[in-house]
């Protein structure tokens, strides 16, 4: 899991990525070629979590720059989702909305009733 990077102004939450599962296809020579990353997005404020899961096409790699499937890690992937997710501010907005949303709900508490025997 990774801190992703900084939301656009406003978002109050704590963001996280957390890849999930990954496709790989070969391309000439090149083998395990990770084609499509599945993750969560995670947003925390005040407490209140809320994440959505996602999936990401990432496009071929330039063969000179290619890593092998065994040299990845979580961070590596999640910042090949950083850099590439051009939906990642939308996606940020949206949890950001739900945790509002569920942190303006009033909250509801349920007294004993005053004339009930304790």
């Not at 925390?44 to 990845?72: H, K, W, Y």
């Amino acid at each position: 899991m990774i801190e992703s990077a900084p939301q656009p102004s406003g978002f109050t939450a704590t963001y996280t990525i957390s890849v999930t599962g990954i496709k790989t296809k070969t391309i000439g020579d090149l083998t395990d070629v990770v084609c499509s990353v599945n993750w969560t997005l995670r947003g925390v404020e005040n407490g209140q979590p809320f994440e959505v899961c996602e999936v990401t096409l990432l496009d071929d790699p330039n063969p000179d720059s290619f890593q092998s499937l065994n040299s990845l890690n979580e961070d590596i992937v999640a910042a090949w989702i950083e850099s590439t997710e051009t939906r990642l501010p939308s996606i940020k907005y949206h949890v950001q909305n739900e945790i509002a949303a569920i942190l303006a709900k009033p909250t509801l508490n349920e007294p004993g009733l005053p004339w009930a025997p304790v």
